[in-house]
């Protein structure tokens, strides 16, 4: 559940690093409201989480008190937002996962994620296709939007194959009927990427190197950044609230 | 005396949606059910349009307050999500007041799957030939479109 929200909560906070910063006024308020989006579902995992783990814990002490080891999210989506190509393709490659993710997860045995699943899911219909049409774009577009993007595509190939991997305790929820088996969503995932890297005429990167170790805490180094300038304020004011 | 379960839903489903005004939370189908038990406590379930709509928070407070202003029992508010909140909830009287407000109406989402789909019209002229601008507007709920014929922009209640 933690990883669910953690994934949700870390890209929306990316993506809020580009208000009032992004290329024009429209992408401003669509990567904002995309952000948003992803904080309200992370704020229902939250909740749910819990429960789960019976702490109580409030969406604040989640978020602001735990350190970059307690952090369960893919490496994906903690990566920079870098140029509106980057922050794109990133969109593109989680989106499509997180589309197909969700729509196992609306069969879920635990109600509560069965229900968060299927509302997430006509949202990240929209954001899938926000950044398909924005891929094909500058991936189809000038030369120099081309190879931003492919460059882009390239740096951020490594991090997808961690969003299919399964660990010790994948398989007795996958059997349980809450979780997903990752791997079985593989397929999907990359038919679709693939029909729209064809359109946006960039070519699917053959990389073997498969960095990993989100879902156990360890992260790259810019994430403790990301945490240390969200968190400062919390921690130098606890329960600091407006 | 405890409140009627009617009064109740009629106190909290007259609460004015907090971004879009001139409707209230009970004709966007954000009210779902009421409940009042025995000793005169009040139950009442609400729906988020969007996770992670911000007009929630705004919602839940007003509902409480009207409906602690109007009844003696405790008050609960709770968000639940599931069956999630469709724009098909729309009532045909919440859609005529959008497009008096300027805002395109959603499209009954049926009516999306047909080979040929219902075009957005333009609420002021009417017209047929729209086309989108941005896929979302001010509010998350809301894409940002302009009519070909008569050159307005306008807001289009996106389908859900």
């Known amino acids: 559940m933690l990883r669910l929200a953690d994934d949700c909560f870390v890209l929306s906070h990316r993506l809020a690093e580009w208000s009032s910063r992004a290329p024009t006024l429209e992408e401003d308020v669509a990567l904002t409201n995309i952000a948003l989006d992803l904080l309200g579902q992370a704020r229902r995992l939250y909740e749910h989480a819990a429960r789960l783990d019976g702490t109580g814990r409030s969406e604040d002490e989640y978020v602001f008190m735990r350190d970059e080891r307690d952090f369960v999210n893919c490496l994906l989506v903690e990566q920079e937002n870098g140029d509106f190509a980057t922050t794109i393709v990133r969109e593109l490659l989680f989106s499509t996962y997180q589309l197909g993710l969700c729509g196992a997860l609306r069969e879920s045995a635990d109600a509560t994620l069965a229900a968060v699943a299927a509302k997430a899911h006509t949202e990240v219909t929209y954001h899938v296709s926000h950044a398909r049409q924005w891929t094909v774009r500058l991936g189809d577009g000038t030369a120099e939007s081309h190879i931003r993007t492919q460059t882009a595509l390239d740096a951020l190939w490594p991090y997808t194959h961690e969003l299919f991997e399964s660990d010790d305790v994948t398989p007795s929820l996958v059997a349980d009927g809450v979780a997903a088996a990752p791997a079985a969503l593989m397929p999907e995932w990359s038919a679709s990427i693939g029909t729209v890297l064809a359109e946006a005429t960039l070519e699917r990167p053959e990389t073997t190197w498969a960095p990993s170790g989100g879902r156990r805490g360890l992260h790259t180094e810019r994430f403790g950044y990301m945490l240390a300038e969200m968190q400062h304020l919390h921690r130098a004011h606890p329960g600091a609230r407006w | ?160």
Request: one cysteine or more.
């Open chain 2, 1 to 160: 005396m405890s409140i009627a379960v009617e009064d109740v839903r009629r106190v909290a489903g007259e609460v004015p949606d907090p971004e879009i005004p001139v409707l209230t939370i009970a004709e966007l189908g954000i009210l779902r059910d009421v409940r009042v038990d025995e000793s005169g406590g009040i139950d009442i379930d609400i729906t988020p349009t969007y996770s992670g709509c911000p007009a929630l928070d705004v919602i839940r407070e007003d509902v409480q307050r009207r409906v602690a202003a109007s009844a003696a029992g405790d008050v609960r508010v709770h968000v639940v999500l599931s069956p999630p909140w469709s724009s098909d909830a729309l009532s045909e009287d919440a859609r005529r007041k959008l497009r008096e407000h300027g805002v395109a109406p959603p499209r009954p989402r049926a009516g999306l799957r047909m080979a040929l789909p219902v075009a957005v019209a333009c609420p002021v002229c009417g017209s047929a030939r729209t086309e989108e601008v941005a896929h979302f507007a001010g509010t998350a709920c809301q894409g940002l479109r302009r009519c070909s014929s008569c050159s307005e922009p306008f807001q289009h209640f996106k389908e859900h």
